[in-house]
């Protein structure tokens, strides 16, 4: 099993930075690709982010395009979001996922095995 534990969630104001970070522990990440979800209130999970088992190859909501950066550190099984230019609309809960079946970065949350709790992003205007 894996487990997956978000970190770096906050109250920051529009315009401003936050770097999410989501630790892995269990088993070696480093051939699963990965990816960020997040939740607002009353609306449905939608995809953000996703990156490949290499890091090679990323993927974006159009939403984040040119805003976020997906990254990972395979040596400390960890991914990290950094987040630019927040506005209050990215405000929150952020998930992270890993997939065992895709080394490509995926889209949909169905591709996904893993999920972590969540951390809240809160961006006031």
């Known amino acids: 099993q894996v487990q997956l534990v978000e970190s770096g969630g906050g109250l920051v104001q529009a315009g401003g930075s936050l770097r999410l970070s989501c630790a892995a522990s269990?088993?070696?990440?480093?051939?699963?690709?990965l990816g960020w979800f997040r939740q607002a209130p009353g609306k449905e999970r939608e995809f953000v982010a996703a990156?490949?088992?290499?890091?090679?190859?990323?993927y974006y909501a159009d939403s984040v395009k040119g805003r976020f950066t997906i990254s990972r550190d395979n040596a400390k099984n960890t991914v990290y979001l950094q987040m630019n230019s927040l506005k209050p609309e990215d405000t929150a809960v952020y998930y992270c996922?890993?997939?065992?079946?895709?080394?490509?970065?995926?889209?949909?949350?169905?591709?996904?095995?893993?999920w972590g709790q969540g951390t809240q992003v809160t961006v006031s205007s």
């Open positions: 996922a890993a997939s065992s079946r895709f080394r490509s970065p995926r889209g949909s949350q169905y591709d996904y095995d893993f």
């Open positions: 269990g088993r070696t990440l480093s051939s699963y690709s």
């Open positions: 990156i490949s088992w290499s890091g090679g190859n990323t």
